[in-house]
C-alpha cells in the first residue's frame, strides 16, 4: 500500500509531483501514480508542499503541520552577509542566565536544519547548572592529561617518517602539553574548556546513520545563528567530541543511548565583550570549471 494519495478530483495532472521526485511518483499520460513506502520515501514532505492543488495527502506526515507559506522571509542580502561576519566565537559571558523563552525559540529553530536522507535525529544534551557543566569541563582536561603521552608518541613517529612539513605534524605539535595548561588554568581558577559560560548544548545521534556529522554540525549552526538574532552569541567546543568519544568517564557522565557518539557541543550565553570591528578571512579556494 502507498503512503501518498492523491485526490483525483484536485489533481490536475501538471506532474510537478512526478518532476520532483520520480521514487514515489510516475506520470504518463497525464495520469499520476504513486508508490511510496520505507524504500522510496524519505518523508521530506516536498510532493504535498510543492503541489498547486492540494491534492496530494501522506499518510505517514501530519497534513495538519503544513502551513501556506504567505510571504516569503525577506531578508536583504547585504545585511545577511553582515549578520555572518559579526558572528564570532565568544568566550567571555555575562553570569546570567538565558531567558527560557529564547532558549525555547533558538532550539526550535534547530528542528529546521536540513539532515542528510532527511533522518532528523541530532538529540541536544542542554547543561545550565554550573556544577555540572564544571564536572564535564574537569572530565575534558583529564583526558587531555591522559592523552599527552600518546601525542608525544605520535610526533616521534611523525619526525622518524620525516613528516615535519604536513599539517598532521604541526597540529600534533600544537596539542602537546595542551592538558597541562588546561591544568594550569584550572589550578588558577579558570574554566578553560567552557569559560564559565552559562549553558552548553551537546549534539549527539546514532552513529550508523546518514551522515551523522554533518547533520549534528548543521542544526549547531542553525542554534548558533538563530541565538545571535537574540543577542546571544556561541562558541564551538570541539575539545568536548574528542574526549566524550574516546574517555569512558566522560562518556558515562554524558548519558548517551548506547548507539550514540557526540557529534558536536556548543557553548552559549549573552556575551560580556563585544566585538568592534570584522576581520577578514583567507580566500576561498575555488576551482572554476
Ligand atoms: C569545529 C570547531 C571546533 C572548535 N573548538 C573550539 C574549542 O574547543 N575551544 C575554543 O575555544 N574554540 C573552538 N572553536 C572556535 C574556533 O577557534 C573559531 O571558530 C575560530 O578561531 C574562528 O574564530 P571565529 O569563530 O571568532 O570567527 C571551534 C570551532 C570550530 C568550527
Known amino acids: 500500500m ?47 508542499a510543492l503541489c498547486p492543488n492540494d491534492a496530494i495527502s501522506h499518510s505517514r506526515l501530519d497534513m495538519n503541520v503544513f502551513s501556506a507559506i504567505e510571504k516569503g522571509a525577506n531578508l536583504k542580502t547585504q545585511e545577511f552577509i553582515q549578520f555572518l561576519k559579526e558572528r564570532r566565537s565568544h568566550r567571555h559571558f555575562l553570569n546570567r542566565k538565558i531567558k527560557e523563552k529564547q532558549l525555547d525559540m533558538i ?92 549553558l552548553l548544548m551537546i549534539f549527539h545521534s546514532i552513529s550508523a546513520t546518514s551522515a551523522p556529522k554533518d547533520n549534528a554540525v548543521l542544526v549547531a549552526h542553525t542554534v548558533a545563528l538563530t541565538a545571535r538574532t537574540l543577542g546571544i552569541e556561541s562558541c564551538y567546543i570541539g575539545l568536548v567530541e574528542v574526549a566524550a568519544n574516546y574517555y569512558m568517564p566522560l562518556k558515562a557522565e554524558l548519558k548517551l543511548p548506547p548507539d ?23 580566500p576561498i579556494h575555488i576551482r572554476w570549471e
Open 260 to 282: 550514540h557518539e557526540v557529534f558536536n557541543a556548543m557553548i552559549l550565553g549573552y556575551p560580556e565583550l563585544e566585538f568592534l570591528k570584522t576581520v577578514d578571512r583567507k
Open 107 to 198: 532550539l526550535e529553530a534547530g528542528r529546521w536544519a536540513p539532515t542528510g536522507s532527511n533522518v532528523q535525529n541530532v538529540e541536544i544534551i542542554v547543561y545550565q547548572d554550573p556544577a555540572k557543566i564544571r564536572k564535564i569541563s574537569d572530565q575534558v582536561i583529564d583526558y587531555f592529561s591522559w592523552v599527552n603521552g600518546k601525542v608525544q608518541r605520535k610526533i616521534e613517529r611523525l619526525e622518524a617518517e620525516g613528516k615535519h612539513n604536513t599539517e598532521d605534524y604541526r597540529f600534533t605539535r600544537r596539542m602537546l602539553g595542551i592538558g597541562e595548561r588546561m591544568s594550569q588554568a584550572k589550578a588558577a581558577g579558570r574554566d578553560p574548556i567552557f569559560y564559565n559560560a552559562p
Open 2 to 48: 502507498t503512503w501518498v494519495e492523491i485526490d483525483e478530483q484536485l489533481c490536475d495532472g501538471c506532474g510537478i509531483c512526478a518532476l520532483r521526485c520520480d521514487r514515489v511518483f510516475t506520470s504518463s499520460a497525464g495520469e499520476i501514480t504513486t508508490d511510496a513506502n520505507e524504500e522510496t520515501c524519505i518523508l521530506c514532505g516536498h510532493c504535498v
